[in-house]
Structure formats: C-alpha cells, structure tokens
C-alpha cells in the first residue's frame, strides 16, 4: 500500500464542510490527557513540523472570540442559503471535483468491472462532484445513484441536470438497515417504523463510491441519536460503500481531522487493502477548517482486511443504532476491542506524517493569515 499527500492547486472547499461544527482551532486541542487522541497528538507534534506548527496557530485561533464568530458566520450562511448561495456551493464542488482528478485520477473511470462505469454518491447534493464525475465518464456510458438526505430534513437540493443515467434518492443513509444486514430491528425502538427497505439490488456492484455526507445541523433527530450519530453516518456510508465497491475500485471519503483517533482508525484500515492511498485538500475556500478527502485506489474490497472492516463498522453503526438509552456501552466493548494507539502508531506512524503533511500546511497558511489569527 502507497500512501501519499496529493499536491494541488487553487479551489474551494466543499459544501459539506459547512456542516461542521467546531472551529478548526479547538480540532486537536480538548483531547483529554491519556486518551488515544492525546496520544495520537502528541506522537504527531514530536514528528511533524507541519502538524506543531498548526496546533499552535489553533491554540491561538481558539482564544480569540472572533474565530468563532468567523465560523459561526459561515455556518449561518451554509443553513440558510440563498439561491445564488446554492448556486456556487455547486459550482464549488464542480471545481473541487476537477481539481481532484487533475491531481489524483480518482474520478475517471478507467477499467470499469461490466460494460458502463458505475457510480455510488452518498451525500451528493448539491451534486457538483457527481456532475464532474459523470462528464469524465461520459463516452464510457456511466450510470449512478446518488443518495441525499431529504431536503425537508435539512438536505439540500440536487442540481444536477436530469439524466436516465442518474437516479437520484433523497433518504438518510444511516436507515439503510435492511441494506445494513439488520432486517429484524426491535420492534420496541422508537424508530422502528422509520427504517427503510433495501435500495441495492443483490449483486450490485460500482467502481467508484463517493462517501461525502455530513452529520447536517438543520435535521431533527431523535435524543438517542444525538451524541452518535456522526457515527453512525460514518460507519454506514463506509460499509454500505465497501462491499458493494468491484474490486479494484475507487473509493473518495469525507473525512475531519487527520489526526482524530476515529479518523487515524480508518486510514489504517484501508491501508490494509488498498493499492495506494491519498489525502486531498484544496488550497482556496475554507482551508480554515479540517476537513480533508481519502482517496483510495485499487481497493481490493474482496481482501479479508476488508471483510473484517465491513463487518466491524456494520457492529457500531448497530450498536450506536440500538443504544436508545444512550449508555453507550455497547460503543465502549467495541472500542476496547481495537488496536491501542501505540500498536497502530508502531506499524503506521510514519505514514501518518507522511499522509497528513499537505493538508496541515495547507491549514495552517491558511490560518496563519485568518484575521482572528494576525490581529490578536
């Protein structure tokens, strides 16, 4: 497995990072003492220039109020977007898209398993990556689903012109049980009757899956899901994604903080079974945050390190979805049951600095020249 830090150039963020909900300063700096996190940071600073010096600049970004007013200002406009707002968060994700693939490869199709590339978006509205990705697939006779959180629950509307080759769905990924391998849900769970039937047809397969949801701030959920449910969006995106991904395949996933443990877990996973494996961050448009894109290739999704992954995010997204008194100990069994932070450090600390390098400096010259940085 090749692991490496995409270089790129001039772009904007994506409209999914307007759903995250902390300022970026604060991202590595309330772990508390001795936890993997703090582990994980600490290893971090000793080793990456990169990463001390942007721990540094948040730390001074978190003490300045106007950083969260930056934010906040930000998020305000991602809720409640005008037309023309809505607009450009699509033309955003078109330039991203382009420049992605001008720096990676990962969004043209180029040995489809059966006769038209096929394409798996969850998350895609307002639909600018899916729109770029079916224009370079476009003489192959590509075809896609695209999955978004309805608009009536905070989704946003999909823009992409119309196309017999794109089925567009609007639901909540993470009530895909059926699909999820779960059918006999307790009839006692107070969202029983809310989750849905199968959308996969058995067999089905795609080359490309895009995983790009966020946990969005406008829809209700009910209590027990509150406190689990970035997790349960993640752990169901990356499950639903995997095995149905043809082997081979190409899978782009949304993710926050390189350095969080949750994230660190999941880049080692699929350095286990992938050919080689990107981070992606554009270098214009909400560099301020630290949201970043895996990119992985020649993901050999029939690998039992694959298997195992499925299976091990099927069991929280089930344990996060059956804890309706928000005890959280069946989240607890399943975190113990992972590798320590010393363990995955020793076999993948060096490829972590190596991984996180780009999208730290792009953060942190960003940073460095934010208002509420230079003015306090």
């Known amino acids: 497995m090749n692991t490496t830090s995409g270089n790129t150039t001039k772009a904007e963020m994506p409209t999914e990072e307007f759903d995250s909900a902390r300022i970026s300063a604060t991202d590595s700096e309330d772990v508390e003492h001795g936890t993997p996190g703090a582990i994980i940071v600490q290893y971090l600073t000793q080793h990456s220039p990169e990463f001390a010096e942007l721990s540094e600049l948040r730390k001074i970004g978190w003490q300045n109020p106007a950083g969260d007013r930056f934010f906040q200002q930000q998020r305000a406009r991602a809720t409640n977007p005008k037309t023309s707002t809505k607009l450009s968060f699509y033309d955003m994700m078109k330039r991203i898209g382009t420049e992605m693939q001008h720096t990676t490869g990962a969004l043209k199709i180029k040995f489809p398993a059966s006769d038209f590339p096929q394409i798996l978006d969850m998350g895609m509205a307002p639909g600018g990556f899916l729109a770029t990705a079916m224009k370079l697939n476009k003489n192959s006779g590509a075809k896609a689903i695209g999955f978004s959180l309805p608009i009536a629950d905070g989704g946003y509307q999909s823009l992409v012109p119309k196309s017999e ?44 899956v895009i995983c790009s949801s966020s946990v969005v701030r406008e829809h209700q959920v009910d209590d027990y899901r509150k406190r689990t449910e970035p997790r349960r969006l993640t752990t169901s995106q990356l499950a639903l994604g995997l095995e149905r991904l043809n082997s081979g395949g190409t ?99 060096g490829d972590l600095v190596r991984l996180g390098k780009r999208a730290w400096s792009i953060q942190a010259d960003a940073l460095r020249d934010a208002p509420f940085i230079t003015g306090h």
């Open 165 to 208: 080759d794109i089925d567009v769905r609007y639901l909540d990924v993470t009530m895909l049980a059926a699909d999820l391998g779960f059918e006999n849900i307790p009839t006692g769970h107070p969202e029983a009757d809310k989750f849905l039937p199968r959308q996969f047809e058995p067999g089905q397969k795609f080359d490309l």
């Open 251 to 349: 899978m782009v996933v949304l993710f926050h903080k390189v350095e969080a443990w949750t994230t660190v877990l999941q880049l080692y996973r699929f350095s286990k079974f992938c050919k080689k494996v990107f981070l992606f961050k554009p270098t214009k448009g909400h560099t301020k945050r630290s949201s970043f894109y895996m990119i992985a290739t020649g993901v050999q999704s029939q690998n039992p390190e694959a298997v195992v992954a499925i299976e091990r995010w099927k069991q929280i997204w089930r344990a996060a979805t059956l804890d309706v008194e928000g005890t959280g100990a069946m989240l607890r069994e399943l975190a113990e049951e992972e590798l320590s932070p010393e363990e995955i450090l020793r076999d993948f600390g």
